[in-house]
């Protein structure tokens, strides 16, 4: 791209990290807008004023990333996310003007998307660019030296750029198709992290992409990248591009049974009457795992191997963010000594197989009136 004379507006192939050198030695003003190469979805941006870094973000998937970097701020102040952000720099500006965050702690968090942005950009090749000096931000908070900005970032730098082959960008969706062949190599190769990995088999089934993965964790998307690296290279995993997911709004309905027949008839008989399913077939830990959802209600088989759920319901009930979900006992019995032993343990009924599909649903849902057929 020849840049010798800088006019409103010009785009055309170039190298991110030399094109934004050339900008800021010539100490140009406006929006620099980078492709990834790889994936046409995902597009990086970088404000510049006078050669300065004013701000640097993605203008892909923003809810993803807010909640990375920024998920714990959020939760100590108690703040839940939007479900669809359309500029993250105009959303941290609104938490300033609202003085839930201090004009100081407003310019590290937007340092951070910064330099997290930049280090995405600096390490992808020859691509589509953009530069419009027309296009600022409205409010200023930074005004960042690039060269003192990037020198600790380097060597993260270098490590995306390695992994470029494997793994384009924290927005690829990691994909596991075959969950036995997968814990079965974990075990054979007896790799690093292999717990950690195993952990993460409920956002690797809901397509979560790395930042996603990540903000469940204490890694960061490259710590993350890096673990998954052996498997992607062995096809165990393989990795999506990315595209917007609409998000399964429908109310959340956990099921701990480990029978695979009843956990069938369960998620047809839930999907059927509106609800979205989490199926568990572990009781040991579905505890944990529902400590970090928020169910409409529980179902527990009363007979499982492990611990029975008349067990796990008396621990659920023990829990403060579990004490007040409906949680419903199913058995094969429909005795009244296992009503009696249900009601003891804490749960809301009990309900003996076999069982009508409307009755568990209005059973879950007792506004609503089911009518679904067995």
């Not at 927005?171 to 079965?184: A, G, H, I, M």
């Amino acid at each position: 791209m020849n840049i010798t004379a800088l006019t409103p507006r010009f785009s055309g192939q170039a190298i991110p990290s030399t094109l934004l050198n050339d900008l800021v030695n010539r100490q140009a003003t406006g929006k620099l807008t980078v492709q990834n190469p790889f994936d046409e979805l995902v597009t990086w941006q970088v404000y510049l004023g006078n050669g300065k870094i004013h701000f640097a973000n993605s203008a892909t998937g923003p809810e993803e990333r807010l909640n990375y970097l920024m998920g714990n701020h959020l939760n100590k102040r108690k703040i839940t996310l939007p479900p669809k952000i359309h500029n993250d720099y105009d959303y941290l500006c609104e938490l300033w003007k609202k003085e839930i965050f201090s004009f100081q702690q407003t310019r590290s968090i937007l340092t951070q998307f910064t330099q997290e942005a930049l280090v995405q950009i600096l390490s992808l090749p020859k691509t589509n660019c953009d530069f419009n000096k027309n296009d600022n931000l409205h409010h200023l908070f930074l005004n960042l030296d690039f060269q003192k900005s990037i020198t600790p970032l380097k060597h993260k730098i270098r490590y995306w750029w390695e992994l470029k082959s494997e793994i384009n960008s924290p927005f690829q969706r990691p994909l596991v198709e075959n969950w036995d062949k997968f814990n079965r190599t974990l075990v054979k190769a007896e790799l690093r992290g292999y717990n950690l990995l195993k952990g993460f088999r409920q956002c690797m089934e809901n397509l979560d992409c790395l930042y996603g993965i990540a903000s469940h964790t204490q890694l960061s998307t490259l710590q993350l990248a890096l673990l998954m690296r052996p498997l992607i290279k062995s096809g165990e995993i393989k990795m999506l591009s990315y595209q917007e997911i609409e998000t399964d709004n429908r109310p959340l309905v956990v099921c701990v049974n480990d029978r695979p027949a009843m956990q069938r008839i369960l998620q047809y008989t839930l999907d059927a009457g509106g609800f979205r399913s989490l199926q568990l077939e572990d009781p040991f830990k579905a505890l944990s795992i529902l400590l970090g959802q928020q169910p409409k209600a529980i179902l527990l088989d009363a007979d499982m191997e492990s611990i029975s759920g008349y067990q796990l319901c008396s621990l659920c009930r023990k829990s403060g963010a579990l004490n007040e979900v409906p949680i419903f006992i199913l058995g094969e019995n429909n005795g009244i000594s296992e009503r009696i032993r249900a009601k003891l343990s804490g749960a809301s009924a009990y309900i003996g197989n076999p069982f009508f599909p409307n009755e568990l649903l209005n059973l879950i849902d007792p506004a609503s009136n089911y009518a679904i057929s067995a």
